[in-house]
């Protein structure tokens, strides 16, 4: 490919070409999505295992051009690979934040936590605390109710950075979750000294969960690795009535997925 000009690269083949082009667009589009305000959140119920209605997660939906959803598996890539995440997810933590202190005034809602994704990206950023701090401090949301998602992915590289960043939120009164628990490669003295309160079970283990003795036994040693370290544990794509009740079964505090609500707008979510 030979360079011509800002934004535009010359492919001698017109399906590399194509495939460029519709790429840059998008890129632009998300970009201008952000401006646009075409992003919003969903957010999907977190339920104890007696039942009861303890908070949500929020996931982020974009509205590309105002037209039809993009999922967030095709955008959240590009977001972090040209940076974008890190507006997106200042975003995402001021509107959950805000979303919060909605709910404080409402009965059924006012003692639900909020958890929230974050990249490694904002993770990495030297002023990562603040930002979240400002988005406590801007909308006035309880601390003790937000709950950041990290990956085991963000474990690798500068772990005391990691722990000095979470020891310090953790002080505002914030919760940490580990979240995709499972699929990554975190060792047992890292987990140790992270400040969590909670680890949540990939989905990916519970899907085959009643079918799969393999699963099932990544299962339990999850919930025993998590009871041993003090943590609570919580399930994601909980799809049937069999599957909650195999990980209540096996010591699950709590759970998340189909069976109890799929991610929605705030004003469609239920009571506790
Ligand atoms: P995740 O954090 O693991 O979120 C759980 C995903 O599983 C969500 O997909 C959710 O809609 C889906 N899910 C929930 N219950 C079920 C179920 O019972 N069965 C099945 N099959 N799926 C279920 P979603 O909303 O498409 O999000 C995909 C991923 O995008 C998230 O995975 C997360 O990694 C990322 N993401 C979403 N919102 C944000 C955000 O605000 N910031 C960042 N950094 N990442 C986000
Ligand atoms: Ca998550
Ligand atoms: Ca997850
Ligand atoms: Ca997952």
């Given at each position: 490919?030979?360079?011509a000009g800002r934004?535009t690269?010359r492919?001698?083949d ?5 495939i460029a082009?519709a790429?840059?667009?998008?890129e632009?589009?998300?970009?201008q999505?952000?401006?646009?305000q ?6 999907q119920?977190?339920?104890d295992?007696?039942?009861v ?5 929020a996931?982020?939906r974009?509205r590309?051009g105002?037209?039809?959803?993009v999922?967030p598996?095709q955008f959240?890539p590009i977001?972090?690979a040209n940076g974008l995440?890190l507006?997106?997810?200042?975003w995402v933590l001021e509107t959950?934040c805000?979303?919060l202190?909605?709910w404080?005034?409402?009965p059924g ?11 490694a990206?904002?993770?990495?950023q030297s002023?990562?605390?603040?930002r ?8 006035g949301?309880?601390p003790a ?8 992915s963000?474990?690798?590289g500068?772990i005391e950075d990691?722990?000095?960043?979470m020891?310090a ?8 979750s580990?979240?995709d628990f ?6 047992l003295?890292?987990l140790k000294?992270?400040p969590?309160?909670q680890?949540k079970?990939?989905q990916?283990?519970v ?13 339990r040693?999850i919930v ?7 943590l609570?544990v ?5 799809e ?6 195999f ?8 759970f998340?997925?189909y069976f109890?609500?799929?991610p ?7 009571k506790?």
């Amino acid at each position: 490919a030979k360079s011509a000009g800002r934004n535009t690269m010359r492919f001698f083949d017109p399906t590399l070409q194509a495939i460029a082009n519709a790429f840059i667009a998008f890129e632009l589009d998300l970009r201008q999505g952000l401006e646009r305000q075409e992003f919003e959140l969903h957010y999907q119920i977190q339920v104890d295992d007696a039942g009861v209605n303890t908070g949500v997660e929020a996931l982020l939906r974009w509205r590309r051009g105002g037209k039809e959803m993009v999922p967030p598996a095709q955008f959240i890539p590009i977001a972090e690979a040209n940076g974008l995440i890190l507006p997106l997810g200042q975003w995402v933590l001021e509107t959950a934040c805000a979303q919060l202190m909605r709910w404080a005034e409402e009965p059924g809602r006012a003692h639900w936590t909020m958890a929230v994704n974050v990249s490694a990206l904002q993770l990495a950023q030297s002023d990562f605390v603040e930002r979240v701090g400002r988005a406590l401090g801007k909308t006035g949301a309880n601390p003790a109710l937000l709950k950041l998602e990290l990956t085991e992915s963000m474990l690798v590289g500068d772990i005391e950075d990691v722990v000095a960043k979470m020891k310090a939120i953790k002080a505002y009164g914030v919760a940490f979750s580990l979240d995709d628990f499972g699929t990554g490669y975190s060792s047992l003295s890292i987990l140790k000294r992270l400040p969590l309160q909670q680890l949540k079970i990939d989905q990916s283990f519970v899907r085959d969960i009643l079918i799969d003795p393999n699963d099932a036994v990544i299962a339990r040693t999850i919930v025993a690795l998590a009871h041993n370290l003090d943590l609570r544990v919580i399930a994601e794509g909980v799809e049937s009535a069999e599957q909650r009740d195999f990980l209540a079964g096996i010591g699950c505090d709590a759970f998340q997925g189909y069976f109890f609500g799929r991610p929605i707008a705030a004003g469609e979510l239920p009571k506790d």
